[in-house]
């Protein structure tokens, strides 16, 4: 009976020395969760009066968020004594599949950072990156949010962009638009060419510095080829509206031409 209460003894007492330090543990976990948010609001708000609030700011902010979260987490494990690194180590498998998961996450937040000091675009921007065009909705220290045309939205990891081309198509108000044009063989090709930059003068929205510009591509049998190429300013004008426009201008100057001509 002696060795029982002996061990009931350290037992109890072991329990009441573990106690206060599950309880610390406790409210150390649930501060740090309770306070990741407020932390990352403070950096997002104190960032964005210096910087793009869509761009670094946010990603710093997040990455407070989860510091605070992973810290607090790391200082209620050590009041209860949980041994991280033993932990990891005997999960042998487990371990090493988590260290890989870690790998790609570091390689995509690197990735991030690295975008956003480039700016090679920001929120609302229409890109091609990563294998897809659409428009910039938001930027995570993991990956990147783009909305295509059609409406989807599509989840690019950060690493996937950093590493392939990015075209900007936000970056520059000016686009270069093109249309290939089949001419009759008999008709007058120089009148030709004078009537569809005529035509394309007078579509609203083509820009007349630089001109628009016609020539002829290719000879052929029955069919000549002409090039008509303009400049569109994306920013007082729709670029598919201009580009829709400019092509029926064009369309209809060639069909005055081959009523026009003699059969």
Do not use: C
């Amino acid at each position: 009976m002696g060795t029982l209460d002996q061990l009931t003894q350290q037992l109890l007492l072991q329990m009441l020395q573990f106690v206060p330090r599950l309880i610390v543990a406790l409210i150390t976990f649930g501060a740090a969760w309770l306070l990741a948010a407020p932390a990352e609001r403070a950096v997002h708000e104190m960032l964005s009066k210096r910087m793009d609030p869509q761009g670094l700011p946010q990603l710093l902010a997040r990455l407070t968020r989860w510091t605070v979260r992973i810290g607090g987490s790391l200082i209620a494990l050590e009041q209860v004594h949980f041994n991280i690194t033993g932990f990891i180590a005997g999960l042998g498998i487990t371990g090493l599949t988590i260290g890989f998961a870690l790998q790609d996450i570091t390689r995509n937040f690197v990735a991030g950072v690295l975008l956003l000091f480039r700016k090679p675009f920001a929120v609302n921007d229409t890109v091609n990156a990563g294998g897809f065009t659409g428009q910039i909705l938001e930027i995570n220290p993991r990956d990147t949010a783009i909305k295509t045309a059609g409406g989807e939205l599509v989840i690019v990891p950060n690493i996937t962009i950093f590493e392939n081309p990015i075209t900007n198509f936000s970056r520059s108000r000016e686009r270069q638009r093109t249309v290939t044009l089949k001419l009759s063989a008999g008709q007058d090709v120089e009148l030709a060419l004078r009537a569809l930059r005529d035509a394309l003068q007078h579509v609203p929205g083509v820009l007349q510095v630089p001109p628009p510009t016609v020539w002829a591509e290719q000879p052929g049998y029955a069919m000549i080829t002409l090039t008509a190429r303009f400049w569109v300013d994306t920013e007082t004008h729709d670029l598919l509206e201009v580009h829709s426009a400019a092509v029926i201008a064009l369309h209809n100057a060639i069909t005055a031409l081959a009523e026009q001509s003699p059969t």
